[in-house]
């Protein structure tokens, strides 16, 4: 039984940083994809960034050059560093796992909020 748990998350202001937590337990070789996405009300869940088991991270556009997304393979865990934050990073943040990036993840954490305040 997959289970992820964020945590991180808080209130900021415009320009500032945060850096997010999700420990992982219980996942297999076929969960080779984790990422992080935000779900904000209205609209649908957008991912940020993900890595694969190879190492390789793409990021979405507007997160680019400023969101660094690393895991810690012994510790179990996927990290979101937050650098410049702007108000439109707001929003809950989620990790996700699965077999492929890009494909729909398997699993969910419940997600750490992120208030971005200008």
């Known amino acids: 039984h997959v289970q992820l748990v964020e945590s991180g998350g808080g209130s900021v202001e415009a320009g500032g940083s945060l850096r997010l937590s999700c420990a992982a337990s219980?996942?297999?070789?076929?969960?080779?994809?984790l990422g992080w996405f935000r779900q904000t009300p209205g609209k649908e869940r957008e991912e940020v960034g993900a890595i694969d088991d190879a190492g390789y991270s793409k990021y979405a556009d507007a997160v680019k050059g400023r969101f660094s997304i690393s895991k810690d393979d012994a510790e179990n865990t996927l990290y979101l560093e937050m650098l410049n934050v702007r108000p439109e990073d707001s929003g809950m943040y989620l990790c996700?796992?699965?077999?492929?990036?890009?494909?729909?993840?398997?699993?969910w954490g419940q997600g750490t909020q992120v208030t971005v305040s200008s």
């Open positions: 219980g996942h297999g070789n076929s969960d080779i994809c």
């Open positions: 996700g796992t699965g077999p492929l990036c890009g494909a729909k993840m398997w699993y």
